[in-house]
């Protein structure tokens, strides 16, 4: 099991700036090889929506209403991925998420053994007022 914390985010008036950050830990027993990490966002009645995610070949995508806002950036050695958020609007307040999404590696060389998996972090609320 994979977890993903967090942390960041908060009240912020319209024109600024916040900074989200994830870290991934844990995976006892396997070796969790990550291959893209992403922040998704969800207003309450709405799909939860892709904001950004970073793949491991470096390669970012990023949602069509944070481009040019928005920049995403990745340390795979430690697993941690930040969201620096400028230039907000009344419209990116959510509750933000990250996952992770990956494959967990046990066993010797003979019999390793591949199991794809996909991890959330708990949310965090980020505000923004007019």
């Known amino acids: 099991q994979v977890q993903l914390v967090e942390a960041g985010g908060g009240v912020v008036q319209a024109g600024g700036s916040l900074r989200l950050s994830c870290a991934a830990s844990?995976?006892?027993?396997?070796?969790?090889?990550?291959?893209?990490m992403g922040w998704f966002r969800q207003i309450p009645g709405k799909q939860r929506e892709l904001v950004a995610a970073?793949?491991?070949?470096?390669?970012?995508t990023y949602g069509d209403s944070v481009k040019d806002r928005f920049v995403i950036s990745r340390v795979n050695t430690k697993k941690t991925l930040s969201l620096q958020m400028n230039s907000l609007k009344p419209e990116d307040a959510a509750v933000y998420y990250c996952?992770?999404?990956?494959?967990?590696?046990?066993?010797?060389?003979?019999?390793?053994?591949?199991?794809?998996?996909?991890?959330w972090g708990q949310g965090t609320q980020d505000t923004v007022s007019a």
């Open positions: 844990g995976s006892p027993g396997s070796d969790f090889r990550i291959k893209t």
């Open positions: 970073g793949a491991s070949n470096g390669a970012t």
């Open positions: 996952d992770a999404s990956g494959t967990h590696i046990s066993g010797s060389n003979v019999d390793q053994v591949y199991i794809d998996s996909e991890y």
